[in-house]
T-cell receptor
Framework: GESVGLHLPTLSVQEGDNSIINCAYS??????FIWYKQESGKGPQFIID?????DKRQGQRVTVLLNKTVKHLSLQIAATQPGDSAVYFC???????????FGKGTTLSVSS | GAVVSQHPSWVICKSGTSVKIECRSL??????MFWYRQFPKQSLMLMAT?????????EQGVEKDKFLINHASLTLSTLTVTSAHPEDSSFYIC?????????????FGPGTRLTVL
C-alpha cells in the first residue's frame, strides 16, 4: 500500500543550529499530517500537526510546512538543543477514525 | 491532556507461551484503538484497528489467530501474542483515538517491549 517516506535517515547538527527534517508522502487523499518525536524505548510524542487546508503552522520552536503540490512535509526546529536528539517520524491520515501511517524516521543528533 | 497507558512496560517470556498486553485510555473514552509493532531502527507498522464491541480489523500479513485483540470496554484494549516465538520480539505500541467523532488526533501509549527467548 501507499506509505510515507523520508529523504534522509540521519541528521547531525550543532546545538543552536536550525534543523530541517523532510518527509514525502504518497497518498494524495491524506489531509492530516503529524510529526512525532520518539526517544529510545518510549512511545511517540506529539510535536505538531497540520491539516491540508494550511501550508504552514508554527508551534514553540517548531514549524511544519506542507506542500501539497509535491506531497512534501517538513519539520523545522529552531535553535536545536541536545534534548531534541531523537527519532522523528511524520505520519499521515486520510480519514478520521483510521490509523496513522508512519514514515521511516529520521534520527536527529545534536552535539554540544 | 489525554493519557494512554500500557502494561506491562516490558516482558520476557519463553518460546511457546502467550503474553497479554493491556492498553488503557486513562482520562477519556476511546471507541477506536490501534496496535502497532516496531522493530529496532524501524518505523511503526500498523497491526490492527480495534473498535469497542466489535472484531478487530487486521492489516495484511498480520495473523489474527496469533495476535488476539479484545476491546471489551471504551477504555481498555488487549493484545495477546499467542505461542510467542523469538521473531515476535518487538516493541508493541498502542494508540487511542479521542472521543470527538471528527477528531483526528491519536494518543500513544509508552509501548511494551516483548522479548521471547
Amino acid at each position: 500500500g501507499e506509505s510515507v517516506g523520508l529523504h534522509l535517515p540521519t541528521l547531525s547538527v550543532q546545538e543552536g543550529d536550525n534543523s530541517i527534517i523532510n518527509c514525502a508522502y504518497s497518498n494524495s487523499a491524506s489531509d492530516y499530517f503529524i510529526w512525532y518525536k520518539q526517544e529510545s524505548g518510549k512511545g511517540p510524542q506529539f510535536i505538531i500537526d497540520i491539516r491540508s487546508n494550511m501550508d504552514k503552522r508554527q508551534g514553540q520552536r517548531v514549524t511544519v510546512l506542507l506542500n501539497k503540490t509535491v506531497k512534501h512535509l517538513s519539520l523545522q526546529i529552531a535553535a536545536t538543543q541536545p534534548g531534541d536528539s531523537a527519532v522523528y517520524f511524520c505520519a499521515e491520515n486520510y480519514q478520521a477514525g483510521t490509523a496513522l501511517i508512519f514514515g521511516k524516521g529520521t534520527t536527529l543528533s545534536v552535539s554540544s | 491532556g489525554a493519557v494512554v497507558s500500557q502494561h506491562p512496560s516490558w516482558v520476557i517470556c519463553k518460546s511457546g507461551t502467550s503474553v497479554k498486553i493491556e492498553c488503557r485510555s486513562l482520562d477519556f473514552q476511546a471507541t477506536t484503538m490501534f496496535w502497532y509493532r516496531q522493530f529496532p531502527k524501524q518505523s511503526l507498522m500498523l497491526m490492527a484497528t480495534s473498535n469497542e464491541g466489535s472484531k478487530a480489523t487486521y492489516e495484511q500479513g498480520v495473523e489474527k489467530d496469533k495476535f488476539l485483540i479484545n476491546h471489551a470496554s471504551l477504555t481498555l484494549s488487549t493484545l495477546t501474542v499467542t505461542s510467542a516465538h523469538p521473531e515476535d520480539s518487538s516493541f508493541y505500541i498502542c494508540s487511542a483515538k479521542g472521543g470527538l467523532a471528527g477528531g483526528r488526533e491519536q494518543f500513544f501509549g509508552p509501548g511494551t517491549r516483548l522479548t521471547v527467548l
